[in-house]
């Protein structure tokens, strides 16, 4: 990875990680849980990912990481079920998740320094697919713009493809640190 992108994700993430904490104190009610759990999983990941840039964990690198990218998946089943009403096209969606987590192989996302060791990359462009069709499909309001859902999800179609414009090793690293700048951007001006 660039060393200057490196310094600049890390910047990102750790501003974003203190705003999380910022607004997570301040916020005395929770009304959507399943984005405040979805944020948690990502504001975690992008911390951990952020630091097996700069360190070697055997334990990080290969389970830690890993566990977390198929809780990220998984974790759109019950935002699904929470927020969406079931049409046709999401539900088809929802199976093509389903499918994602019975076919993930860990092995497949061990890092070193931010780096798959053996990309799937079949595994990534079905992700890249299916996430895509669950955007478009989603009926919830949408995390980015809630009050314009066809931007939010163009935003959201935008974000999982930007990943694809670095080495698919690279993938998950600029996927992470592109959700955490949205989520930087959309908290900061609260």
């Not at 929770?30 to 992008?46: A, D, E, G, W």
């Not at 699904?80 to 999401?90: C, G, M, P, V, W």
């Amino acid at each position: 990875m660039n060393k200057h992108l490196q310094i600049i994700y890390t910047l990102v993430v750790f501003v974003s990680f203190i705003i999380y904490i910022c607004n997570f104190k301040s916020t005395k009610v929770h009304k959507n849980i399943p984005q405040i759990i979805k944020y948690f999983i990502m504001c975690i990941s992008s911390v951990i990912g952020i630091y097996s840039l700069y360190k070697t964990n055997k334990y990080i690198n290969k389970y830690i990481l890993p566990l977390l990218i198929f809780l990220n998946v998984g974790f759109l089943l019950y935002v699904s079920l929470y927020e969406n009403k079931l049409n046709i096209i999401h539900l088809i969606s929802i199976i093509g998740l389903v499918y994602l987590l019975f076919t993930f192989n860990y092995k497949n996302f061990e890092l070193l320094n931010g780096n798959l060791l053996y990309p799937n990359k079949s595994w990534i462009y079905q992700f890249i697919f299916i996430l895509g069709l669950w955007f478009i499909s989603s009926s919830g309001k949408g995390w980015i713009t809630p009050n314009y859902p066809l931007i939010n999800k163009i935003i959201s179609c935008l974000i999982l493809v930007y990943p694809l414009l670095f080495p698919i090793q690279e993938f998950f690293i600029h996927r992470c640190a592109a959700l955490v700048v949205i989520y930087m951007i959309l908290n900061i001006t609260k």
